[in-house]
Nanobody, 123 residues
Framework: QVQLVESGGGLVQPGGSLRLSCAAS????????MGWYRQAPGKQRELVAT??????HYADSVKDRFTISRDNAKNTVYLQMNSLKPEDTAVYYCNAIGAYGSNWLRSRAFDSWGQGTQVTVSS
């Protein structure tokens, strides 16, 4: 299987910045897409940003403030969050989609989630 480990959450004042990281490990053959989602108390989980190949996609609420990037050599995705607002407060989850296995003949698809990391924006 594939495991995702997130880091970088915390408490930050409005207008501040945080950088989240998510490292994927396991018998990964390919990582087709990685992304970040968030869930605020009492709300449904929502997409924040995704990256697939060289293509990125952002929720309207975070465009021009957040940047998603990826280090393929490290199987790691990052989310740089700038100009943070109180409404960005949520648990942020990493997601990865791809294939795993000992070799391609024995490969299986995966759609994995991290355990989540808390981001709190408050003065």
């Amino acid at each position: 299987q594939v495991q995702l480990v997130e880091s970088g959450g915390g408490l930050v004042q409005p207008g501040g910045s945080l950088r989240l990281s998510c490292a994927a490990s396991g018998s990964i053959l390919s990582l087709n897409a990685m992304g970040w989602y968030r869930q605020a108390p009492g709300k449904q989980r929502e997409l924040v940003a995704t990256i697939s190949g060289g293509t990125t996609h952002y929720a309207d609420s975070v465009k021009d403030r957040f940047t998603i990037s990826r280090d393929n050599a490290k199987n790691t995705v990052y989310l740089q969050m700038n100009s943070l607002k109180p409404e960005d407060t949520a648990v942020y989850y990493c997601n990865a989609i791809g294939a795993y296995g000992s070799n391609w003949l024995r490969s299986r698809a995966f759609d994995s989630w991290g355990q989540g990391t808390q981001v709190t924006v408050s003065s």
